[in-house]
């Protein structure tokens, strides 16, 4: 089945700066790879996707690239904002149905 | 309605014990997974419902775990005899179809507590 790695689990950012997460997967049948944020106590929501017919993706201050030849893809953050500060998740669908996520990766955008 | 609703939205119960949880997915969903997700760690897929077809339970843990759903609507994840280790957030989501590339949107989960 799918694996999906996440680096790092943590990160800490002064506000204003740019932060960026990045996840590795296994199954080259994967063609679609969301990114999802967790504040404490709160549902995962999603914030972008991408899928494999595109090599990025950019919505305002988040933007998602994808290389599917070395099999990783990264989540951008510019301009990062105390409110930015959550658990990150990446995530990859195999050749199953189901989502596989990385296991997380806690921002602190620090004021 | 208007998100993914899930009940209840905590639960505390003794090692032992049967607990049933419930998930009501966005209307006109087709497809509806559980995730189990314990304290820091990420999501664990646990089961997949598309429509009348059989569901996928490749992610159950073991056969103390089982779910249910009937056509398009409400489903229920029962964990029998509970274990300790069975503590977790258990997440439900859903889309609009069981393609591997539709957005799946989450509930705000069910806190399960075993004593």
New interface residues.
Partial sequence: GENVE?HPSTLSVQEGDSAVIKCTYSDSA???F?W?KQELG?????II?I?SNVGEKKDQRIAVTLNKTAKHFSLHITETQPEDSAVY?C?A?GS?????????TQLTVLP | GAGVSQSPSNKVTEKGKDVELRCDPISGHT?L?W?RQRLG?????LI?F?GNSAP?K??LPSDRFSAERTGESVSTLTIQRTQQEDSAVY?CASSTL????????????TRLSIL
């Fill in positions: 996440q994967s063609n679609y969301p999802y709160k549902r995962p929501q999603l996707d899928r998740f995530a669908t199953a149905r189901q989502l596989t996520f990385g296991s997380g | 497809a997974y995730y760690q990420g999501l664990e897929f997949y598309q996928d490749s992610g997440l069981g393609y591997r590339n539709q957005p799946q949107h989450f509930g705000d989960g």
